[in-house]
């Protein structure tokens, strides 16, 4: 069988593969960057940063958990929060970080459903209720102490299939679900480096994202410290015209976000090319990247936007780099060392499919980055398997020149503003308030006669009674976090459904304003 990447060494831990070395190397440098809104600035040495994840991992295996055992993070976006990830890794421990928008109910969801055996929590993210008997909480407050002293702990001699981390993503069943990820996960990142970043040791990365984000732990943080580079992250007030000021002020090199956030930054950021000097590229993943915002960012700054496609369970695996010609509307290419198929979506037995027929995506199960599986859900992991292939659930097609084409979900998973969410958990919710009769989940695309149609989160509600969309909105604000809240309530009298009764959601932004087999909308809310 064809190799699809170097292995990993037997015995590997990610927090000592990211920190050790540059800690030995170069001490002094400056690894981590955190700002804020209001100014202030810390710097964090590698000699620093990687001595408190040390005592940190010191102070995590003194409270006596087993190895392998589940810590939650449920904190704010700062220092304790980066600490408690990668010494939960130093430790032997299994990390699970989580969003600070989930509510406590949802947040309750996951510390249940990974049974962890801690969580470290911030005063003011309370849980809805008590956390369970025999889950030990750990307070910000804790995690700083035991940082800034006492006895620094040997990395765990963790082997390299062994369970490092544990994050959540949609479900196809509705609530969401664990993917569980081996410490050789960080080896197999590897190829990214040049088939996406083009990194170097001199490079300053700037991610824009929130510190729970999979795509802001690997590319703000895991990536650039392998390579011995420095990682700068923002924790104020969401403000489209900060970035410009950052990548100036700290002299950026490679900036990371979503296609959504480039629009905003081009419509309010109020830059000059001058501002931007030091920036070589940036990075895009998440969600499509659409051909109009690629060339307006081009036409503005004057560099280029290399894109990745990828997932929860391997992260990005398709991508442009540096030294690829740009093909706009696709990712680009299987980073090397990856190994690719087109499969038949509908046949059991998988069978490859010619350069330009569109099917399913699918990796080597060999990947180093693919996921363990996914946490105590057997009936998930054989929905993905195909044989020795992993598929996510992406349509595209192949090239003759072997760039990837995108055309969307065979599954229902929607991805507004590059958020992967489960529409069957957010009608849950909905379809308790006694306003709501029926309803479906969907996306839609406003916007799109610029060329840059940005996605939203719609919800079609056939009402019982009162057809109120602010009231319902929110009320669904108090049971989900606010980034899988529906931006717009469409009231409708018949949500549109095949013969035998199943819903038809692609046809529900397709047919906003039109009968609905007989139905007609009522009327709409934007949030």
Known sequence: MPVVADPPPDHFNIARYC?????????????????????ETRRWSYGELELMVRRLAGGLGRLGLPPGARLMIRMDNGLPYILTFFAAFAAGLVPLPSSAALTGEEAEFLLADSDAAAIALADHLALAHAAP???????????????????????????????????????????PKGVLHGHRTAWGRRPMYQGWY???????????GAFNWTYTLGVGLLDPWANGATAVLYNGLADPTVWPRLIERFGVTIFATVPSLYRRILKYGRFGRESLATLRHGL????????????????????????????????????SCPGMPIRPGSPGKPQAGRRIAILAADEDVPRKLPTGEVGLLAVHRADPGLMLGYWQRP????????????????????????????????????????????????????????????VA????????????????????????GEADGQRLLAWAAEHLASYKLPRQVV???????????????????QRLGEDFEGGTALGSTGA
């Open 19 to 39: 920190l050790a070395a540059p800690a030995t190397a170069h001490p002094e440098k400056t690894a981590l960057i955190i700002a804020g809104d209001d100014g």
């Open 491 to 509: 009231f409708v009298d018949h949500l549109p459904r095949t013969r035998t009764g199943k819903l038809l959601r692609r046809e529900l932004p």
């Open 284 to 319: 895009t993943a998440g969600e499509a990247l659409p051909a109009a915002v690629l060339e307006q960012w081009r036409d503005a700054t004057g560099t280029l936007l290399y894109e990745a496609l990828g997932m929860s369970e391997i992260s990005t695996y398709i991508s």
């Open 133 to 175: 008997a025999g889950v030990s909480v750990i307070t910000a407050e804790a995690i700083e102490r035991m940082a800034a002293s006492g006895e620094p702990a040997a990395y765990a001699d963790t082997l390299a299939n062994d369970p490092a981390f544990l994050i959540y993503t949609s479900g196809t069943v509705g609530r």
């Open 198 to 208: 083009g990194i170097t040791v001199d490079d300053v990365v700037l991610h824009a």
């Open 441 to 464: 989940v969907s996306e839609l695309t406003v916007g799109a006669g610029t060329g840059a149609g940005v996605k939203i989160l719609a919800a079609f509600v056939v009402p019982q």
């Open 379 to 438: 009936e998930e992991d054989a929905l993905v398997y195909r044989g020795e292939w992993f598929c996510g659930g992406d349509l595209a097609h192949l090239d003759a020149d072997g760039y990837v084409w995108f055309h969307g979900r065979h599954d229902d998973i929607l991805n507004p503003m590059g958020y992967r969410l489960s529409p069957l958990e957010i009608e849950g919710v909905l379809a308790r308030h006694p306003m709501v009769h029926e």
